[in-house]
């Protein structure tokens, strides 16, 4: 594999999925991103192709995916920068069991001693189909402590994570929507599990050996979600938003955060990653 710089992002940008993760396997630096607080409680401290988000809680801090085992050096790097002690780790939060989100989940584990949860319905990719969880070959194995239990919220003192199965791009994809305190207001974060549509084109279907259904069980995934309120939309991937650049308006923040601010962005994503799928439908595909 050859090195690439930091200048042939855009070039990578463009390659398919599958070649582009490879790369960035291989050229972890190429997915630096500069960490920005959402809100006095809610930190982005992942890659620019990965979410991971830090909530500081009363019951310690809790990450919300914890990206890759090649970049977790910046994962660390960045809670850092943010002024927090990665070793305070208390909760590891996955929205489901693929490569790019819970590759860090073991050493994460080793450096904090954090409990992990994830859904029971991709349990079985730590087991019998570790080629689900994709590149499972970057995924050391690590514990799980919980389940998540989808009729209780994780109880954080003054954070509530209410977990909402959203099965499709996984059988277990888990969105978890939770309320924080901002400038004497209440605001809802809402963070959907996984929405990436390619993994469900009948050839991958094929391959994962997952009936077609999953196209529709997805759909139905979507509408279930379509009308939660949120106002701060937090994406699993900072380019799954629509008309919602995550990074960008992080570049452009005056530092009041107020530009996070979307109650109408999770409709936008939900309902554009909804035409995608009827539209992949419609082809066949
Ligand atoms: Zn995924």
């Not at 954070?159 to 400038?183: A, E, K, M, W, Y």
Request: hydrophobic residues 35%; aromatic residues 10%; negative net charge.
């Amino acid at each position: 594999m050859r090195t690439y710089g930091m200048d042939e992002i855009p070039y990578v940008e463009t390659l398919p999925i599958g070649e582009k993760s490879k790369i960035w396997l291989a050229n972890p630096w190429l997915l630096s991103q500069k960490p920005f607080k959402i809100t006095d409680d809610v930190y982005y401290v992942g890659t620019s192709w990965v979410s991971v988000y830090l909530v500081k809680t009363d019951a310690g801090l809790v990450l919300l995916d914890c990206a890759m085992v090649e970049t977790f050096y910046q994962v660390v790097d960045n809670i850092r920068a943010m002024g927090f002690d990665p070793h305070d780790i208390k909760k590891l939060l996955l929205t489901h069991g693929h490569f790019d989100h819970c590759g860090a989940a073991r050493m994460l584990q080793e450096l904090s001693g954090c409990e992990t949860w994830i859904s029971q319905y991709d349990a079985y990719f730590f087991t019998e189909r570790r080629d689900l969880i994709a590149m499972e070959d970057h995924v050391p194995e690590f514990k799980i402590d919980h389940y998540y239990d989808y009729d209780q919220v994780i109880d954080c003192g003054n954070i509530q994570f209410r977990p909402v199965h959203c099965p499709g791009h996984t059988p277990g994809t888990t969105s978890l929507f939770f309320n924080v305190q901002q400038d004497g207001k209440t605001y809802t974060c809402g963070i959907h599990g996984g929405l990436g549509s390619g993994v469900l084109s009948k050839k991958m279907l094929d391959q994962q050996k997952w009936p077609y259904e999953t196209q529709q069980i997805y759909l139905k995934s979507l509408d279930k979600v379509m009308n939660e309120k949120v106002d701060i939309l937090i994406p699993s991937h900072a380019k799954h938003a629509v008309k919602h650049d995550i990074l960008a308006i992080a570049a452009s923040d005056d530092g009041s955060g107020k530009g996070f601010i979307d109650p109408d962005a999770w409709r936008r994503m939900i309902q554009g990653k909804k035409e995608e799928m009827l539209k992949m439908i419609a082809e066949g595909r």
